[in-house]
């Protein structure tokens, strides 16, 4: 009887461990690309790195500069993921390269940035990693699908960082001296110093 | 009938130890990927040791090396890290390594406060020489973003924690602390030296 129990206890222990949510939402429904679409960015570093570099640079340009790059950058995406395949591997990658050292150079030297030149950065970040997200499509994908949810977190993510950045730097001094300025051009630094490693890697290899 | 239960239980945690994740990106599981990049620069103690006396240095020497060093320490560095990847030859890189491991521990012992340009060169030189270490021991398999991330968030990490201790210089008991580990910062770089010049074999 006390065999049984613990075979009992056993059982159900590994059906729980197997367990999987049930899907009761669209997900399941045909809409599962605008997801994929939505996450596939975020799981990518490259994504991740790029992005936040363009949402910081505009953030620390004030919103003035910072909010044309709500259209511009989702736009961009859009541009990039409808352009397919047309980057090689080792293309893209030194263009992230070449994007990430720019920008955190930007980042690191506090450069003020004219609004046509942050446009111009932001729309060939999009477009680059938008056929970089375009690139790791199947046959099967709804495309119309994958880019609603690729442009939604694009607008997201960079309205996000912007705002973020640019609350985060306010200070009373506004002093380009100030910790908060510094953190932030240390950040680009860093950003330009993995853009160069990566550069000098794809070369190598 | 009793050795059923171990057999089930040993299915069990076997069923549940080889489960792993999905990996839907080249990121992972990749020789050379972020991790390999974060360990990379804090398993090498004469790196190790550099890195966090430049931190040390750069706070007792005050603004601007304070806040200029975090924004341009890692830029030099991965531009050694460039120099590496490529096999251009520095003269003596492991000599070097060591002597800069000497020069920031004396540095921070004697709390040495030389003008501004000079503390600069000083670090960037041997910024080149520490990237360049890392840069030519880099796997060839390795993923260059994944890594790139690791390697200037460790070195990053690494300078703000010399920075971190380097401000217990405002209280006189921490300046002395400060100092003491200069001198042992020093004494591991001569132990390197000896190394690097054979005096052990």
Same mark, same amino acid.
């Given at each position: 009887?006390?065999?049984?129990? +613990?075979?009992?206890?056993m059982?159900?222990?590994?059906?729980?461990?197997?367990?999987?949510?049930?899907?009761?939402?669209?997900?399941a429904a045909?809409?599962?690309?605008?997801?994929?679409?939505?996450?596939h960015?975020?799981?990518?570093?490259?994504d991740?790195?790029?992005?936040?570099?363009?949402?910081?640079? @505009?953030?620390?340009?004030? /919103?003035?500069?910072?909010?044309?790059l709500?259209?511009? &950058?989702?736009?961009?995406?859009?541009?990039?993921?409808?352009?397919?395949?047309?980057?090689?591997?080792?293309?893209?990658?030194l263009?992230?390269?070449?994007?990430?050292? +720019?920008?955190? !150079?930007?980042?690191? @030297?506090?450069?003020?940035?004219?609004?046509?030149?942050?446009?111009?950065?932001?729309f060939?970040?999009?477009?680059?990693?938008?056929?970089?997200?375009?690139a790791?499509?199947?046959?099967?994908?709804?495309?119309?699908?994958? #880019?609603?949810?690729?442009?939604?977190?694009?607008?997201?993510?960079i309205?996000?960082? !912007?705002?973020l950045? *640019? %609350?985060?730097?306010?200070?009373?001094?506004?002093?380009?001296?100030s910790?908060?300025?510094?953190?932030?051009?240390?950040?680009?630094?860093?950003?330009?110093?993995?853009?160069? !490693?990566?550069a000098?890697l794809?070369?190598a290899? | 009938?009793?050795?059923?239960?171990?057999?089930?239980?040993?299915t069990?945690?076997?069923s549940?130890?080889?489960?792993?994740p999905?990996?839907?990106?080249e990121?992972?599981?990749? +020789?050379?990927?972020?991790?390999?990049?974060?360990?990379h620069?804090?398993?090498?103690?004469?790196?190790?040791?550099?890195?966090?006396?430049?931190?040390?240095?750069? #706070?007792q020497? /005050?603004?601007?090396?304070i806040?200029?060093?975090?924004?341009?320490?890692?830029?030099?560095?991965?531009?050694?890290?460039?120099?590496?990847?490529l096999?251009v030859?520095?003269?003596?890189?492991?000599?070097?390594?060591?002597?800069?491991?000497?020069?920031?521990?004396v540095a921070v012992?004697?709390?040495?406060?030389?003008?501004f340009?000079?503390? *600069?060169?000083? %670090?960037a030189?041997?910024?080149i &020489?520490? /990237?360049?270490?890392?840069? @030519?021991?880099?796997?060839? *398999?390795a993923? *260059?973003?994944?890594?790139?991330? /690791?390697? %200037?968030?460790?070195?990053?990490?690494?300078?703000?924690c010399?920075?971190?201790i380097?401000?217990?210089?405002?209280?006189?008991?921490?300046?002395?602390?400060?100092?003491g580990?200069?001198?042992?910062?020093?004494?591991i770089?001569?132990?390197?030296?000896?190394?690097?010049?054979g @005096?052990f074999?």
């Open positions: 009887m006390k065999l049984k129990s +613990a075979r009992a206890l059982s159900a222990a590994m059906v729980l461990a197997g367990a999987n949510a049930a899907e009761a939402h669209i997900v045909r809409l599962g690309d605008f997801y994929m679409g939505a996450v960015p975020l799981t990518d570093l490259g991740v790195v790029l992005w936040t570099a363009t949402g910081m640079l @505009a953030g620390t340009l004030g /919103g003035a500069k910072a909010r044309w709500i259209p511009v &950058f989702p736009l961009g995406l859009l541009v990039g993921l409808s352009l397919g395949n047309v980057f090689s591997a080792t293309s893209a990658q263009a992230d390269a070449t994007m990430m050292l +720019a920008i955190g !150079m930007l980042l690191a @030297a506090a450069a003020q940035v004219p609004t046509l030149l942050l446009c111009a950065i932001a060939a970040v999009a477009v680059i990693r938008g056929a970089a997200n375009g790791d499509l199947g046959p099967e994908t709804d495309r119309l699908l994958f #880019a609603a949810g690729l442009a939604g977190v694009g607008y997201g993510a309205t996000l960082t !912007m705002a950045t *640019a %609350v985060f730097r306010r200070t009373h001094s506004d002093s380009a001296t910790w908060r300025a510094i953190a932030v051009r240390a950040l680009g630094g860093w950003i330009a110093a993995i853009g160069l !490693m990566m000098s794809t070369l290899s | 009938m009793s050795l059923r239960i171990p057999q089930a239980l040993t069990a945690i076997v549940i130890a080889l489960t792993q999905a990996l839907a990106h990121q992972a599981g990749v +020789a050379g990927g972020l991790v390999s990049g974060l360990l620069p804090i398993t090498g103690i004469d790196h190790l040791i550099a890195m966090v006396a430049v931190g040390i240095w750069g #706070a020497l /005050g603004a601007p090396a806040w200029i060093l975090p924004i341009t320490f890692p830029l030099v560095m991965a531009v050694g890290g460039v120099l590496g990847v096999h030859p520095l003269p003596m890189p492991e000599v070097m390594i060591a002597v800069s491991a000497v020069i920031l521990g012992a004697a709390r040495l406060r030389l003008p340009a000079a503390a *600069a060169v000083v %670090v030189i041997f910024a &020489f520490h /990237g360049h270490a890392h840069g @030519a021991e880099l796997p060839r *398999a993923n *260059a973003l994944a890594y790139g991330v /690791g390697f %200037v968030t460790a070195t990053g990490l690494l300078h703000l010399g920075i971190a380097g401000t217990l210089t405002r209280w006189p008991a921490g300046e002395r602390i400060i100092q580990l200069g001198a042992g910062i020093a004494g770089g001569c132990y390197f030296l000896a190394q690097g010049i @005096a074999a």
